[in-house]
Each structure stands twice: as C-alpha cells, then as structure tokens.
C-alpha cells in the first residue's frame, strides 16, 4: 500500500526548532518529488517545500532560510527541519507526493500538528 | 498569501450542479501549468480530486469534473450529493514564486 506517515510535531517555544519525519512505503521517495504542505488552523492550504527527485529543493518565501527538507533514502523518509520557529508558522504539517500524477499532489499524509507558543 | 483566488462558498441543494472557479495570472494557470483540484474533508487530509486540469484519479466519481480556460480554472460537480459538502482547493505552480500555489478555498455547502 502506498502510505506516508508523518511524526515529530508537538509544542516548541518561537525560536526554537523541531524536525519532521515523513516515513514512506509502497514507492521510493527519491524518485518522485516530494512536498510538505501546512494548514494553519482554520486557514487554507499553503505549500511549504518541495524537493525533486534530482534533488533539487525550493522554499516560500515565508520559510526560507529557516526551514530545510531533505530526504533519506536508505530509510525512504522525508524531513522538514524548521528552525527560529514563529507563532505563525501554527499549523498542521502534511508530506505529500507530487510527480507521479503530473506534479499533482497524488499521496498525502494524516498530518502533523505544530504549536509555536510560549 | 494564495495567488489563485476562488470564491469562499458556493452552495446547492442535492441533485444540483455546482462550479467553483479558481483565478490564477499570466505567471501560474497563464502560463500553461496544469490545475489539480483537492477536496478536503473536515478533519482530514486533502485527497486529490482532479490532476491536469480535467483527469480522474482512479476511484473518483465522474460527477466530478474540471476545466481550463486562459488564466482561470473550473470544477463542476454535478449530481450534488450530501457526501460532497467540504472545503475544495485548486492549486498550480508559478513561475515567479518557483514554487506550488493553492487556492483560497471554496466550501461547499449541501441545502
């Protein structure tokens, strides 16, 4: 079965940092691009990053600098590291699969929830 | 900030036919890039609805149905059903953010 499985969120103090394991089964994330995507609560959906199967990797504007993806391919896991974490980064953080279907975002995980407060 | 804009709720009793628009510029759906459509279930993870513009995923009704034209984007859904009321997203890529970009989000309401 194709899945993603995201962990790692919780409560961190603004400034601080938090890392974001996506575990993946059913396909290789190394061979197709790979995105986190957030939802504060309440609000709609906003792409976060992306990294390519090439390995290229892009940011919005909102996190760049401050937030890395990367990928392990011998653990077929994704990351998102965040850091210097702000209130309004609040939101619930899912991994998708997007490049299978076109650049779609075809497979989604349950989801994350990241509280930044004090 | 979401680039492509669509219209906060749209509604219809059972049976009807809906459409939500999706408004992008010459940098995203302009541009060419397909429009996928998401529906997202309260509570829920978004799950894909329609990719490039007009194709089905495996498994989704064919009530469902999207278009493209210039810079905007369309899903229809017709034959409206009470199992149909969430939130619906498009989303796109843009060349002058390099990045994906999503709609503002339409929520569905059945009457």
């Known amino acids: 079965e194709v899945q993603l499985v995201e962990s790692g969120g919780g409560l961190v103090q603004p400034g601080g940092s938090l890392r974001l394991p996506c575990a993946a089964s059913?396909?290789?994330?190394?061979?197709?691009?790979m995105s986190w995507v957030r939802q504060a609560p309440g609000k709609g959906l906003e792409w976060v990053s992306v990294?390519?199967?090439?390995?290229?990797?892009y940011y919005a504007d909102s996190v760049k600098g401050r937030f890395t993806i990367s990928r392990d391919n011998s653990k077929n896991t994704l990351y998102l590291q965040m850091n210097s974490l702000r209130a309004e980064d609040t939101a619930v953080y899912y991994c998708?699969?997007?490049?299978?279907?076109?650049?779609?975002?075809?497979?989604w995980g349950q989801g994350t929830m990241v509280i930044v407060s004090s | 900030q979401s680039v492509l804009t669509q219209p906060p709720s749209v509604s219809g009793a059972p049976g009807q036919r809906v459409t939500i628009s999706c408004t992008g510029s010459?940098?995203?759906?302009?541009?060419?890039?397909?429009v996928h459509w998401y529906q997202q279930l309260p509570g829920t993870a978004p799950k894909l609805l329609i990719f490039?513009?007009?194709n089905r995923p495996s498994g989704v009704p064919d009530r469902f149905s999207g278009s493209k034209s210039g810079t905007s984007a369309s899903l229809a859904i017709t034959g409206l059903q009470a199992e149909d009321e969430a939130d619906y997203y498009c989303?796109?890529?843009?060349?002058?953010?390099?990045?994906?970009?999503f709609g503002t989000g339409t929520k569905v309401t059945v009457l």
């Open positions: 998708a699969r997007n490049g299978f279907l076109g650049d779609a975002f075809d497979i």
């Open positions: 059913g396909f290789t994330v190394s061979s197709d691009y």
């Open positions: 990294i390519y199967s090439g390995g290229s990797t």
């Open positions: 010459s940098s995203n759906i302009g541009a060419g890039y397909d």
């Open positions: 490039g513009n007009t």
């Open positions: 989303q796109s890529y843009d060349n002058s953010l390099s990045g994906y970009v």
